[in-house]
């Protein structure tokens, strides 16, 4: 007898279709389903036909509904046999040429039936919308422009509350609603003087990222300020612009949040969530023999999964896992950050279906077909992380996330990467020549499913590897994750949960030494051949649904 049905649904880039991960359980905890399906949810209409507490969950577009409840949770999305009988949550409303099936009933095997008719039959109509931010503009002015006033004045109208949810405290889970509709792109409201910098909490090669606090607000942010100057010295322009639209576009608990992206004369400035947790690199090394128990392990690769899932669904090559750039929310979840080697398939495909001859199960999504005409060159990656067919130079696809992310369940477990040599062409022969090895790391025993993951994973040839026929959903069946509940990741308590960090203290980072100061006062233009490069740059502020849990110093 089903007594949970659980739901997580996740925007495409079209807000017309949603990812939902749909988890029943039985009493019998031992039957427990999870599925990925695609909804389209185009008009308001068809909510009529839904029991309540969904159409809360489905925040449509023109719709009404009290926006009060968390995505995925249990508490709020679970329905009672009642709700189930009395709605017959089998919907399949037409509006005009735009269809929604939302499948779910009291009896498994039922859904799974009608899920997979209505995979099969509408798979090819659903729609999306290439390269769209996946959010509405207010106005119609476009707002890729340079404006120029924008980073000299603070608007006063800012109108981001600034309570704290004390709930939202006290369980340190993300309040934010991850709907299609919940972010809203303004044109930006901020500039460098809305800002007041605290600390330097960490730098690359072409920026800094400071600890921030919002005047107006009090509120903390991580601001990450880009020097044109070093950009275009180090040919990163593009970079910049990609990581911008990655972050603007993405909305997903496992990606950190932007909220307002501009540039000044010398400067481009990102202004995204700050996440207290630090590197989960730290972390990492922080543990005895720099590694994590098999489960504790298995819950980090889920989650990174789950993001890796939607990037490759929004049409996003990520290219750039490893622990330094997974940091951690407060609550302890993962949020993937450093999107500036990701890359954009123009446009993405439509998700596939895979049908799942082993059982009668629903069919899956293909998340390998929104990026497999995507292929590209260039040589990026990070040196232990690099997969082979990027040391060869003959292109790569969204595989090497993939093999990536063998690396990063075994440096999880092992403390060390598993192909990391004297130097670096030691490194790349070893990646390119040897077998994973998989020695006794004194602490615990990994079990064989565990190293038939990474095997599969670590595959050389990136067209057997697991991944390369439907994306995440052959590494979500994969039987090493046979007790993943996928749905509920955002509800499970982490395994590390960091230290508890009061205000600016930034006790989960490290001391660095600023070395020079960025010198905001008497910028001057930065220009190549009398044209401003960072024009297509996106001055925007983003408002997210429920944001207003962010902490108040
Ligand atoms: N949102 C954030 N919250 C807290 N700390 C952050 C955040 N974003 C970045 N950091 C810190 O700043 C460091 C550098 O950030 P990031 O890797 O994005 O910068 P980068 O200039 O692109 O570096 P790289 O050259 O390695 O790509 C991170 O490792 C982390 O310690």
Redesign the pocket.
Known sequence: MLNKYTFLAIPFRSKNTMLAEISCSTNSNSSNHTTTTVITSPAPSYTAHLPSKLKAFFRISGSNHKKDSSVGSTNDCSLSNEEMDSSSLTSNISNGSEKIVFTGCKNIEKSKTIGSKFLNNHSQKLRRVASAPNAKLSNNKSVNKFYKEDYFETTNDISVPARILSEMNRSGTFKRTYSSNSIKIKRVEVGPNSFQKIKL?????????Y?VREKKSSKLY?M?V?SKREMIKRNKIKRALAEQEILATSNHPFI?TLYHSFQSEEYLYLC?????G??FFRALQTRPGKSLLEEDAKFYAAEVIAALEYLHLMGFIYR?LKP??I?LHQSGHI?L??F??SKQSHPANMPGIVKNSSSNAPPSIDTKSCIANLRTNSFVGTEEYIAPEVIKGCGHTSAVDWWTLGILIYEMLYGSTPFKGQNRNATFSNILRNDVYFHDNGIQQISSLCKSLIRKLLCKDENRRLGSKAGATDVKTHPFFKNTQWALLRHTTPPIIPQQSFGTDTIN?RNINESFSLDMEGEKMIEVHGENPFEDFNSVTLHHDGDDYSEEI
Do not use: R
């Open positions: 909490l960490g730098k690359g090669d072409v920026g800094k990222v600890l991580a990450k880009l950190v995204m969530e700050y996440c207290m630090g590197e750039d330094e750039n940091l949020m950050s450093d500036d080697l980072f």
